[in-house]
């Protein structure tokens, strides 16, 4: 139990910091209706990290990351520039298409990389067990920064996200501000990869704020809803990956799927029994 305890202290640690940050910007991509934004996002950055990879900059490096940050800060700029107050094309399909080609590029890239595939299977699946204390003391600094960042324009970002139109009637910015919302997106997104993967980031990012979402209507109970649930869900899938020797990042994933089921389950039966009473 001891050695359990030791070994996956920086792992779990690492889980509460990813945990705290995303859980607020799921809720702002859930209410946005931009789910897969994160995943574009994401995808971008691996495939920053890839093209460093090509050139010779390993995953960690300085190089890596500068190159990571320089693809998700396009990424952030095209979905700014594609917000339109009248859409013609919906904007989630335009993030879906840019997922997509990021993806394919990464392939390619790596395909003509030595060791490339190796690397593709850890941008999705990540390094999580073997994060070290100074990589979370790191990415806590960076978090923070970002999140305060948010707090002090709180409620810009989330007039925007709840109700762009009167953002625009009241002559705000909008892309410039969507843009600052999906850099700082990025920020975030380029460290987590690194030590979660695609998938665990994904997961991180939009399932606790659905399930905060169907058990709370306050923005406040919905953060402290989703820490609780990313936090537990964490505890427990470390623990598995711990006793069963499962990759610890799927695992993650696959208890946060299972609590979502539950969840939801739970508000159907609720939602059912409500007429009766």
């Known amino acids: 139990m001891a ?9 779990f640690a690492a889980c509460l910091v990813l945990v705290g ?26 495939l920053g990290a890839v093209v460093g990879f090509a050139a010779g900059h390993h995953p960690g490096e300085l190089g890596s990351t500068l190159y990571s940050m320089a693809f998700a ?16 094309i919906p904007q989630e399909a335009i993030i879906g298409i840019t997922f997509v080609v990021a993806s394919a590029a990464a392939i390619l890239i790596a395909d003509k990389a030595p060791e490339g595939a190796e690397h593709i299977k850890e941008t999705l699946a990540g390094s999580l067990l073997w994060v070290t204390w100074p990589t979370v003391i790191k990415d806590v600094v960076i978090y923070s920064a970002v999140g305060l960042f948010h707090w002090v324009f709180r409620k810009r970002f989330m007039l925007i996200t709840t109700d762009p139109d009167e953002a625009f ?13 999906y850099l700082s997106f990025g920020i975030i997104i380029t460290f987590s990869v690194e030590i979660g993967g ?23 109970v919905r953060l402290l809803l989703g820490w609780a649930i990313g936090w537990t869900a964490s505890a427990v899938g470390l623990v598995a990956s711990y006793v069963w020797d499962f990759p610890t990042g799927p695992a993650i994933v696959v208890v946060l799927g299972l609590a979502l089921v539950l969840v939801w389950a739970w508000d159907a039966v609720r939602a059912a029994a409500g007429p009766v009473r």
């Open 73 to 88: 800060t396009i990424a952030a700029a095209v979905f700014a520039l594609t917000r339109m107050r009248h859409e013609k």
């Open 169 to 181: 009637r009241r002559g705000w910015r909008v892309r410039w501000w969507d843009f600052l919302f």
């Open 3 to 11: 050695e359990m305890l030791s070994f996956m202290a920086a792992p």
């Open 21 to 46: 940050i995303h859980a607020y910007f799921g809720i702002h991509v859930i209410e946005r209706r931009v789910l897969f934004v994160d995943l574009a996002v994401a995808q971008f950055a691996a």
């Open 198 to 220: 695609i998938l665990m980031v994904f997961s991180y990012l939009v399932i606790p704020a659905c399930i905060a979402m169907l058990m709370a209507s306050s923005m406040k």
